[in-house]
């Protein structure tokens, strides 16, 4: 059976993500052919084209980790009814320099968890407006805006909730078949 390498993103720097939480029960529910390797962000400088003749060692990893990945899940939180600066920041230092887009035709999936009752649906769509002018292939359904409660996740990704761990399941089911298909047709170099 064929091992797909996903790449993740969690969009928080909080010490006490809930997409992090999130993230964790992903992987625990994703098929077994995927193999996930966080993307970190917190490192990053803010981009510049002033450093497009000459990327700083952090850049240079993130667009290698991008590299390295067949897929990239986004699971990212929604501030003020967008995407977070840090993450927005590592899609710009990915994106560049014009020419060499580390999204080009990759494979990726977006979801994110709230404590609103609207989950992240209105950053999501921020996100997927920057994820469609990278190029990305995005799965464009299923869709899902968690609602985050700590009666439902715990601290290691386990999900108390049936109706949501197989919600999250199915979710990364579909991403799996999206990453599948996508690679069909546009295989990774």
């Not at 981009?47 to 990239?72: H, M, Q, R, T």
């Not at 990212?76 to 899609?91: C, F, Q, T, V």
């Not at 909730?161 to 799996?176: G, Q, V, W």
Request: charged letters at 20%; proline letters at 8%; glycine letters at 6%.
């Amino acid at each position: 059976m064929r091992t797909y390498q996903v790449g993740y993103f969690v969009g928080s720097l909080s010490s006490k993500s809930i997409n992090r939480v999130l993230s964790r029960a992903l992987i625990r529910l994703a098929p077994h052919d995927l193999e996930f390797t966080e993307i970190p962000i917190g490192n990053l400088p803010l981009y510049s084209p002033d450093y497009d003749d000459d990327y700083p060692p952090e850049p240079n990893a993130l667009k290698e980790a991008i590299g390295a990945a067949e897929a990239i899940l986004f699971v990212s939180p929604e501030y003020n009814r967008s995407i977070p600066g840090a993450l927005k920041n590592a899609i710009d230092w990915a994106s560049r320099p014009w020419g060499q887009n580390s999204f080009h035709h990759i494979p990726a999936g977006v979801i994110g968890a709230s404590i609103g009752p609207i989950g992240t649906a209105v950053g999501q769509q921020s996100l997927r407006a920057v994820l469609s002018f990278c190029n990305a292939r995005q799965m464009t359904s299923p869709e899902a805006y968690i609602r985050y409660s700590p009666e439902i996740f715990t601290e290691d990704g386990e999900v108390t909730n049936e109706s949501t761990a197989i919600l999250l399941a199915n979710y990364m089911t579909e991403f799996r078949d999206h990453v599948a298909r996508v690679l069909t047709v546009l295989p990774r170099q």
